[in-house]
Nanobody, 125 residues
C-alpha cells in the first residue's frame, strides 16, 4: 500500500502561483510514476501532469503547458506541482496519484493504483 497526502492548495488571485505537494509513504512508494489530476465542479476528473520514477520524463495536458511544472524529490519522497499564471478555469480539487509502472507517466486514470484525498485550489478573477 502507498499513502499519498496532498497539501498546498488554497485561494489565489488570477495570475498568481501555488505549489502543491504530494507526500508519499508506504512500501516502495518511491518506485512509482506519479501524476496530478484535477476535478472541477460538475466535470470529470482530468489529467494535469505526470512524471516518471526517474524524473527523466514528464507529461502535461495542453492547457497547463508553460504554466505548470511537475517535479519530485526522491529523498523526501515528495512530488510537487508548481502552478504559475493561474486562471479561474484552474479552479478544482487537485489529486495526486501513483502508478506502479514507473517508466513513463500516463494520462489514463485507470493506470494509477493509489490516490490521495485531494486539495482544493480556487482561483479568483
Amino acid at each position: 500500500q502507498v499513502q499519498l497526502v496532498e497539501s498546498g492548495g488554497g485561494l489565489v488571485q488570477a495570475g498568481g502561483s501555488l505549489r502543491l505537494s504530494c507526500a508519499a509513504s508506504g512500501r516502495s512508494s518511491g518506485n512509482y510514476a506519479m501524476g496530478w489530476f484535477r476535478q472541477a465542479p460538475g466535470k470529470e476528473r482530468e489529467f494535469v501532469a505526470g512524471i516518471s520514477r526517474s524524473a527523466s520524463d514528464t507529461l502535461y495536458t495542453d492547457s497547463v503547458k508553460g504554466r505548470f511544472a511537475i517535479s519530485r524529490d526522491k529523498v523526501a519522497n515528495t512530488v510537487y506541482l508548481q502552478m504559475n499564471s493561474l486562471k479561474p478555469e484552474d479552479t478544482a480539487v487537485y489529486y495526486c496519484a501513483a502508478d506502479s509502472d514507473p517508466w513513463f507517466p500516463t494520462t489514463r486514470m485507470d493506470e494509477y493504483d493509489f490516490w490521495g484525498q485531494g486539495t482544493q485550489v480556487t482561483v479568483s478573477s
